[in-house]
């Protein structure tokens, strides 16, 4: 007779709660004492290597209203395609550049900020290159899983063309919801959880 085997009942999942801020940005929340500065809230100092670009942006609800409780993290290779990481196995990342950041958008207006720089280019698993790109992590309230998309830069047009995970997308006119604007040194990237501008979020 074949044993019955005792499977665990998955855990109900729940969303991040008003409380993610607290837990993973106590000094924005007015909690000194747990950490100097929030981590991720630096990526770069004055010696480190490439392009200095600020990324700002929004996150949308479905009726068009900014998120003021939701919290963004990026991840990114440095100036020269290397990623800060032990597992990165192609060459040294720059020792000056953290290559991950953690912001909440603001209370006030909703908006996130990063100082960092801009990424070289890294090949994909098959070795074509990919363009330069920034990948995003968003959580918040009403959000049951962390949702992950990728910034492009617009003024990487041929490199644009050429990126495996770009050409993946089926329907063309939404991989202009991935493709930041530019003023200046500041890259402007709006994320649309619903919508006719919904964001394209990746299963990664």
Known sequence: MAQELGYLKETPSQTAGPYVHIGLTPNFCGIAGVYDADLGSSMVNDRTLGERITIKGRVFDGAG???????????????AGFYNSPSEIRGAADPSFTGWGRCPTSAEDGVFAFETVKPGRVPFKDGRLMAPHITFWIVARGINI??????????????????????????????????????????????????????VFLDI
Do not use: C
């Open 146 to 199: 962390g949702l992950h998309t990728r910034m492009y830069f617009p003024d990487e047009g041929a490199a644009n063309d050429e990126d495996p995970l770009l050409a993946r997308i089926e329907h063309r006119e939404r991989v202009a919801t991935l493709i930041a604007a530019r003023e200046g040194s500041t890259y402007l990237f709006d994320i649309h959880l619903q919508g006719p501008e919904e964001t």
């Open 65 to 79: 209203a900014p998120l003021k409780d939701a919290l963004v993290e990026i991840w990114q290779a440095d100036a």
